[in-house]
């Protein structure tokens, strides 16, 4: 797969060890992308969000949601 003066210098300089190639940043995914963890919290927030416009108050928003107060002001303030 590599070119056999590539692979030979790599023999040389890392001789039996692994080595990782990352993949160039562009075809990377974003943290969540691909497990879908990304979009559930950002549904998760819009819904807490409504909640809070709807008159819910933080504190009932912390026993709801299992989360810190901090976390729900944060949530409630960031814009969209």
Do not use: C
């Not at 990352?22 to 927030?45: C, D, F, H, I, Y």
């Not at 299992?66 to 002001?73: A, G, K, N, T, V």
């Amino acid at each position: 797969m590599l070119p056999p003066s590539l692979f030979e210098e790599l023999q040389k300089r890392i001789p039996g060890e692994l080595i990782y190639i990352p993949k160039p940043p562009k075809q990377r995914a974003g943290w969540g992308e691909v497990s879908g963890t990304r979009k559930l919290l950002a549904e998760r927030n819009e819904e807490i969000r409504r909640f809070y416009l709807d008159g819910w108050s933080v504190s009932e928003l912390e026993r709801k949601y299992h989360l810190s107060e901090d976390s729900i002001r944060r949530i409630v303030v960031k814009p969209k």
